[in-house]
């Protein structure tokens, strides 16, 4: 069992800057691939980035966030840089093991307000 609990949301004017953080529990935290996904009012959830080893993103954050992760704190971080209006949403932490397809853990969320 893994519980994950987001940090670091907020209300942020565009362009800002802000870093949210994943705190997990659990002793093998290295063998999983953790995601952060996104929820805006009135869509669908969508994936963001991942990690396992290194980031993948999807198209619309390239360039802007960067997803890390220190094993010896069991913590993933998303960096968010020129943050636009778009980017208004509920971020949810996931994690899937290593071999797994699905994400079976998910945070709370933590709620990303950019102000135009």
């Known amino acids: 069992q893994v519980q994950l609990v987001e940090s670091g949301g907020g209300l942020v004017q565009a362009g800002g800057s802000l870093r949210l953080s994943c705190a997990a529990s659990?002793?093998?935290?290295?063998?999983?691939?953790m995601g952060w996904f996104r929820q805006a009012p009135g869509k669908e959830r969508e994936f963001v980035a991942r990690?396992?080893?290194?980031?993948t993103y999807v198209d619309s954050v390239k360039g802007r966030f960067t997803i890390s992760r220190d094993n010896a704190k069991n913590t993933v971080y998303l960096q968010m840089n020129s943050l636009k209006s778009e980017d208004t949403a509920i971020y949810y932490c996931?994690?899937?093991?290593?071999?797994?397809?699905?994400?079976?853990?998910w945070g709370q969320g933590t709620q990303v307000t950019v102000s135009s």
């Open positions: 996931a994690a899937r093991y290593i071999t797994d397809v699905s994400y079976r853990y």
């Open positions: 990690i396992t080893y290194t980031g």
């Open positions: 659990g002793r093998t935290f290295s063998r999983y691939t």
